[in-house]
T-cell receptor, first 113, second 117 residues
Framework: KQEVTQIPAALSVPEGENLVLNCSFT??????LQWFRQDPGKGLTSLLL?????REQTSGRLNASLDKSSGRSTLYIAASQPGDSATYLC????????????FGAGTQVVVTP | NAGVTQTPKFQVLKTGQSMTLQCAQD?????MSWYRQDPGMGLRLIHY???????DQGEVPNGYNVSRSTTEDFPLRLLSAAPSQTSVYFC????????????????FGPGTRLTVT
């Protein structure tokens, strides 16, 4: 069974510092991996989607890498701002079960001014 | 596009009552799903559908029913509410693996916060 782990569970950094969030998964047979942001009491907002054939995706200050063979993805957020404070979740879509997106528990990030 | 919409936003039920959580999307996505989110448990898949008339169970299907009569709508029915079903429920949609020229991003609705007393 696919298991998705996010470490650390919580992270606090001063404004301006770069953020590094980790996601690991146990089964490398995935179709894609997606990073989401969730603000308190809100739904999930998609940040980046990486197909299994890709090594990284970039959007503005965000960069996500994928190493499928080692079962790892990393989300980098450059020059963090207080507005980046949120919970970040990663999810993998198994290649043999399109319907069953598997989520990690998330990393709660606080960026202090 | 409104994206994925869910109603109601909040609901309080008594044990044993039934209700339907509504979900609709206007992006012509084939794939729709329901998740529940609980503290310390993350997001868990309840049911999903790969197209109209086709549904399947996820990780935690007991106590819930779904049907998919149209591409746009995917309601979740609680048959006899229990306190263990107190949670935040999210509906999501995406294109399916058959839509090879499209993005496979999963889009989420704003959620329904359900309390069962």
């Amino acid at each position: 069974k696919q298991e998705v782990t996010q470490i650390p569970a919580a992270l606090s950094v001063p404004e301006g510092e770069n953020l590094v969030l980790n996601c690991s998964f146990t089964d490398s047979a995935i179709y894609n991996l997606q990073w989401f942001r969730q603000d308190p009491g809100k739904g999930l907002t998609s940040l980046l989607l990486i197909q299994s054939s890709q090594r990284e995706q970039t959007s503005g200050r965000l960069n996500a890498s994928l190493d499928k063979s080692s079962g790892r993805s990393t989300l980098y957020i450059a020059a963090s701002q207080p507005g980046d404070s949120a919970t970040y979740l990663c999810a993998v879509r198994p290649s043999d079960s399109w319907g069953k997106l598997q989520f990690g528990a998330g990393t709660q990030v606080v960026v202090t001014p | 596009n409104a994206g994925v919409t869910q109603t109601p936003k909040f609901q309080v039920l008594k044990t044993g009552q039934s209700m339907t959580l509504q979900c609709a999307q206007d992006m012509n996505h084939e794939y729709m799903s329901w998740y529940r989110q609980d503290p310390g448990m993350g997001l868990r898949l309840i049911h999903y559908s790969v197209g109209a008339g086709i549904t399947d169970q996820g990780e935690v299907p007991n106590g819930y029913n779904v049907s998919r009569s149209t591409t746009e709508d995917f309601p979740l029915r609680l048959l006899s509410a229990a306190p263990s079903q107190t949670s935040v429920y999210f509906c999501a949609s995406s294109y399916s693996s058959h839509s090879r020229l499209r993005s496979y991003e999963q889009y989420f609705g704003p959620g329904t916060r359900l309390t069962v007393t």
